[in-house]
């Protein structure tokens, strides 16, 4: 069974410009995760979708961050305009809906100069 | 304001040697979780501790759970260099995983 995967693996861009990363979660999966990890700390949440419904995204910077779950499978986390402050690894992460465990894709380390 | 903690934040130990990681969660956590995540990989699921006083063991590592103090420990015994890694624990309150800052541990030879 494949894992979660996530493009790309790695991002740089210049401070301002706009960036996307993308999440295709394990088959049957219903929920899915998305994650930000700073240098040094654990991850931090940044938005639950259950099918395509964003049920908990209270901790997204909505002046600049945006994510949709098109047909309750795929994901994208977008950012627009990219800050200094924005460089981190993004992950995803997926499960089922009644499942204990949840799996974690390799993630995308962005870095914004 | 949910709270995980975890200590120590760095730990070197010599190959041998046996020491615990532990973890404060400030919630009635519904379940809590331990992982390991090696330098720019992402994180492996180790255990997953769903009641008080559970207890779990994979080779090395054994993990515990007392609800009632609000710790979960990592035990590592007769640590090896494959054991290097930073580790996590989560707590899931609420449908949300909420991380540790994680233990960076690397066994020396």
């Known amino acids: 069974e494949a894992g979660v995967v996530q493009s790309p693996r790695y991002k740089i861009i210049e401070k301002k410009q706009p960036v996307a990363f993308w999440c295709n979660p394990i088959?049957?999966?219903?929920?899915l995760y998305w994650y930000r990890q700073n240098l040094g700390q654990g991850p931090e949440l940044l938005i639950r979708?259950?099918?395509?419904?964003?049920?908990?995204d209270s901790q997204l910077p909505k002046d600049r961050f945006s994510a949709e779950r098109l047909k309750g499978v795929d994901s994208t986390l977008k950012i627009q305009p990219a800050e200094l402050g924005d460089s981190a690894v993004y992950l995803c992460a997926s499960q089922y809906t009644s499942g204990i465990e949840q799996y974690f894709g390799p993630g995308t380390r962005l870095t914004v100069t | 304001e949910l709270k995980v903690e975890q200590n120590p934040l760095f730990l070197s130990m010599q190959e041998g040697k046996n020491y615990t990681i532990y973890c404060n969660y400030s919630t009635t956590s519904d379940r809590l979780y331990w992982y390991r995540q090696d330098p720019g990989k992402s994180l492996e699921s180790l255990f997953v501790l769903l009641s008080n006083g559970a207890v779990k063991q994979e080779g090395r590592l054994m993990a515990s759970l007392d609800t009632k103090a609000r710790l979960s420990t990592l035990h590592i015994t007769a640590a090896v260099h494959d054991l290097s890694a930073t580790y996590f624990c989560a707590d899931f309150t609420g449908n949300q995983f909420y991380f540790g800052t994680g233990t960076s541990l690397t066994v020396i030879p």
């Open positions: 088959s049957g999966h219903n929920t």
């Open positions: 979708y259950e099918n395509e419904e964003a049920v908990d």
